[in-house]
């Protein structure tokens, strides 16, 4: 089933209500500790730079370059990790800060390959327009053409980077569900599911730039509520195209809710070739669910079957059966 933007929506705030302290403290740290260490880089490296020789200042400020670069692909891991919170916090399982190690633990190599590839697609698709820009800015006279056609490689070149990057938006989420799957398989199965389903995530992108101007007039302390509604919102998506939001679920003890998708009995009607998007949620083998207030399938308690009903004849049987039975006890208790 695939859902509207608003019921995406509908359930992420469902799920937010009342519990918004951990989203938002693990995005603080994310943000915390990604500002302090870029600031360290900043003032350790390239501030001491600045008044150094040309040669020098050109070769340090590669080397800062290429730091952050490292860093930002460590902070890849910690974003996946952010991503594997919201993953349990969807599904209602236990949550905590923990979780943002989750990706340093689970082969975080496949994380950084991801990042790195969606950012050299970037790279690529910009490409040409960097070129031109690079033309114009060392050109001596001012050259309308170039600069024209530098603007317009650029946008070329950021359309088709936002509709191969849109196809491979689930890779960290996949990774995250399936330890033993690679990067490049990842992006493969993410760009499958996707078809289709491109369009709908650019709108609920859309659909939330009124709230990131809003959030411009709160000096940006808004977005500590709206980065952890989007990623919600994104989570209800994954979960959406996966097919894992109409599966029936149960509640464990802990009061945790749970899909079948790892019980035999529901694994394979819920499973086509590509082992992810239901082929026949109708079919008769599934249980009879209903939706509760929070949006979860629930599973209706099997009724009880009553006992068969025994025939006349059956019973005519049993009477005579004891009839004879009772008066052959009589006549020993006679002779006895």
Not at 75 to 85: E, M, P, V
Not at 90 to 105: N, P, Q, V
């Amino acid at each position: 089933m695939k859902r509207s933007s608003a019921e995406l929506k509908k359930l992420a705030r469902a799920r937010l209500n009342g519990h918004w302290g951990l989203p938002i403290g693990a995005f603080l740290l994310l943000i915390l500790g990604m500002t302090i260490v870029s600031l360290i880089v900043t003032t350790v490296i390239v501030v001491p730079s600045a008044s150094s020789s040309d040669t020098n200042y050109i070769i340090t400020f590669a080397l800062s370059e290429g730091i952050m670069l490292i860093i930002s692909l460590v902070f890849t891991i910690f974003s996946a990790g952010y991503n594997y919170l919201l993953l349990n916090f969807c599904r209602a399982k236990s949550t905590s800060t923990g979780d943002l190690l989750y990706a340093f633990k689970h082969h975080p190599d496949r994380f950084i390959v991801v990042s790195f590839l969606l950012m050299l697609v970037g790279l690529v698709c910009g490409l040409p327009g960097t070129i031109c820009s690079v033309l114009v800015t060392i050109s001596d006279e001012l050259n309308i053409g170039l600069s024209l056609l530098s603007s317009v490689f650029s946008l070329i070149g950021a359309i088709i980077a936002v509709i191969l990057t849109l196809g491979f938006t689930l890779s960290i989420q996949l990774l995250l569900d399936n330890p033993d799957m690679g990067a490049i398989e990842s992006m493969k199965t993410s760009f499958q599911l996707m078809r289709g389903n491109k369009g709908r995530m650019i709108y609920i992108y859309l659909s939330f730039i009124g709230w990131m101007i809003l959030s411009m007039f709160t000096c940006y302390i808004g977005l500590l509520w709206l980065v952890p509604y989007m990623a919600a919102t994104t989570t209800y998506f994954y979960l959406d195209v996966t097919g894992e939001l109409d599966r029936p679920h149960y509640e464990e003890p802990g009061g945790y809710q749970q899909s079948y998708q790892d019980s035999d009995r529901y694994q394979q009607p819920y499973q086509d070739n590509t082992g992810f998007a239901p082929t026949n949620p109708d079919s008769n083998d599934f249980p009879p669910t209903y939706e509760d207030k929070n949006g979860y399938q629930q599973v209706y308690p099997e009724p009880q079957q009553p006992d068969a009903p025994v025939s006349p004849e059956l019973n005519s049987e049993n009477e005579d059966g004891n009839s004879e039975t009772s008066s052959q006890d009589t006549d020993d208790s006679q002779q006895f």
